[in-house]
């Protein structure tokens, strides 16, 4: 089968356009990111809605707070190593708090970001963002499901937290329809193990999956790439149905996604959880796949975190 | 020049309400930050009641002039002033700092009149910058006035700001700064030193003016001055004295977050009355 690759960045700057277009609130702020993430296209364009404040973090939050309370939608983005890191005083405080409808685009997520090591590699953003009281979290799996969810997000009122990782991922929603804020989306059906991931986790569950019914093991694939508010109906039914869940996400496994899936799972129907994710330590410098294997971000890892989950039921 | 028409008596009429009212308002709260918002006073007064444009019936008229309170520890002037300016009830400026008001001890912008939720220092100036490029992208003419503390100006974010702001030509945005000298563990000088402050704002490429902060003659000039300058935002360098109007304040760091007790005020009230 012939795997098509995208890039959720291009799929970024793509539909930012579009939105630039429908729309004439929307402004997009950079810091000094802009060409690498490739928001500087919607700067080209409308240049005049288009804001580079230099490598000042803090300082492009605070405008975009500004810009939000006379009215308009700001898109802010840059590296997720710095975002939140270098500004969750003025996420906090500029725009959750007054619930400012300000969508905050992060690129470059996880370990994936590769050579730069690990002053670079973000793991702990989704876990942060999401402990944001009224800010939505949105990890995108794929570039078609990158351009539907940001624009769902100019549509709803209020902050938004979308996390993009940096290498092309194959597609998996051929139509962006598809894909709802809000709501996971079970992507293939199973009885034996259910399988939640967000982000570029969702493809090495989908191959887990394959690999898994190989040797008789039906898996059932959920996109949970709304992080917050989660899915929790989903989720539940998911492991009422399947007796154990295997959560996957490019982040620390404290927190993230396999938290999130934790606390709604323990609070209504509690099953075995398994976690694959960075296993609270530090990245280093690599190649993107040879990070994903030394740091067990696999599809083979997901694959023995099912199985052991089934042996020990 | 507009001098001859600034009706200076209504002004200082006012000041002298709002302060009261801040100490009234503290006292019950049995916390807050008086000092800081007591050196505040003539600078809100000036805006307020002579120099912005704004509609306290209509707290989201589109093409009011803006006013964000950095300093949010200075709640209490803010409140004070908007509800003199017939924002809300002043009755309810007794409810500050209490469970279910709407008078939270740094501001919240479910107040009607409050822009911004200054509470964490160093935020304020990019939010004003933010409402200004909003108001040069939609072609309005209205202005933005940024409020900050001397202290805050230790704040990183203040200074990218400062930096920010001249580039984006803003001329529909003043900066005050509140220049009381003192900061929560003592005088600015000796816990961060800033001076020369103009200087470092006119490295930035900002036009700078210097005024005596409570003397409404020179805070309005400046403000006309700010207005009339095309292509680069102000900043007003406003020198105050911490708790002013109260002589034991005065010059005490520890009236930076502390309040006086509700005797006390009632003297304080009832002496500055019979002034």
Redesign the interface.
């Known amino acids: 089968m012939l795997v098509q690759l995208a890039s959720m960045r291009d799929a970024y700057a793509e539909v930012l356009l579009e939105l630039g277009a429908e729309d004439a609130r929307v402004v997009v702020l950079g810091a000094d990111t802009s060409v690498s993430i490739k928001t500087s296209l919607f700067g080209d364009r409308y240049p005049e809605r288009f804001f580079n404040v230099g490598i000042a973090e803090a300082n492009m939050m605070g405008i975009a707070a500004g810009l939000a309370l006379a009215g308009k939608t700001p898109f802010v983005t840059t590296y997720a190593a710095f975002v939140p890191g270098k500004c969750l005083d003025q996420i906090r405080n500029a725009i959750a708090y007054p619930n400012l409808n300000v969508k905050i685009v992060s690129s470059h997520g996880g370990l994936t970001v590769g050579p730069d090591g690990a002053s670079h590699q973000t793991i702990e953003d989704v876990a942060t963002m999401r402990s944001i009281p009224r800010m939505h979290v949105v990890v995108p799996a794929d570039a078609p499901s990158t351009k539907s969810l940001i624009a769902q997000a100019c549509r709803t009122l209020g902050p938004f937290y979308i996390r993009l990782s940096r290498p092309s991922v194959p597609t998996i929603y051929s139509a962006s329809k598809d894909v709802e804020v809000g709501r996971a989306k079970i992507l293939r059906e199973g009885s034996d193990i259910g399988i939640i991931a967000c982000g570029i986790m969702v493809n090495e569950a989908m191959e887990a999956a394959e690999t898994l019914s190989k040797t008789g093991v039906s898996a059932e694939v959920v996109d949970s790439h709304t992080v917050k508010p989660l899915d929790s109906e989903t989720i539940v039914r998911v492991a009422r149905k399947t007796g154990a869940l295997v959560t996957a996400e490019e982040q620390n496994v404290i927190g993230g996604l396999g938290g999130a899936v934790a606390e709604a799972i323990t609070e209504s129907y509690p099953v075995p959880i398994s976690r694959v994710g960075v296993r609270d330590t530090f990245g280093e410098s690599g190649e993107h796949q040879e990070l994903m294997v030394k740091y067990g971000l696999t599809s083979k890892e997901i694959a023995r975190a099912a199985k052991h989950l089934i042996k020990s039921r | 020049m507009e001098e001859q028409s600034i009706p200076i008596g209504m002004l200082l009429q006012k000041a002298a309400k709002i302060r009261d009212d801040i100490l009234l308002m503290v006292g019950e709260a049995k916390s807050g930050h008086p000092g800081g918002s007591l050196s505040a006073v003539e600078i809100l007064v000036s805006l307020f009641f002579y120099k912005m444009r704004h509609d306290p019936k209509r707290p989201d008229w589109?093409d009011r002039d803006?006013f964000?309170l950095s300093k949010g520890h200075a709640a209490p002037v803010l409140f004070s002033t908007l509800a003199e300016a017939g924002y809300f009830p002043t009755s309810e400026l007794m409810t500050l700092r209490k469970l279910n008001s709407r008078l939270q001890g740094h501001p919240?912008?479910r107040v009607p009149g409050v822009?911004?939720?200054g509470?964490?220092l160093?935020?304020?100036?990019?939010?004003?910058?933010?409402?200004?490029?909003?108001?040069k992208?939609?072609k309005k003419d209205y202005r933005v006035y940024a409020l900050l503390g001397d202290g805050e100006l230790d704040e990183?974010?203040t200074w990218?700001?400062a930096?920010?702001a001249p580039k984006?030509k803003l001329d529909n945005l003043t900066a005050i700064v509140d220049r009381n000298g003192i900061q929560q563990d003592g005088l600015t000088e000796q816990i961060m030193p800033m001076e020369p402050v103009g200087y470092k704002w006119k490295a930035f490429n900002w036009h700078v003016l210097e005024v005596d902060g409570f003397d409404f003659r020179q805070v309005i000039d400046a403000l006309e001055k700010a207005e009339s300058m095309r292509n680069r935002p102000t900043v007003i360098i406003a020198h105050t004295v911490k708790g002013k109007g109260v002589s034991f304040m005065e010059w005490d760091p520890a009236y930076h977050g502390k309040a006086p007790d509700k005797d006390t005020v009632r003297k304080l009230v009832k002496t500055m009355l019979e002034e």
């Not at chain 2, 160093?122 to 108001?135: E, H, R």
């Open positions: 589109p803006r964000v919240d912008h822009e911004f939720p509470g964490s160093g935020i304020g100036l990019s939010a004003a910058i933010g409402m200004a490029l909003a108001g992208v939609d990183g974010e990218e700001a930096m920010a984006f």
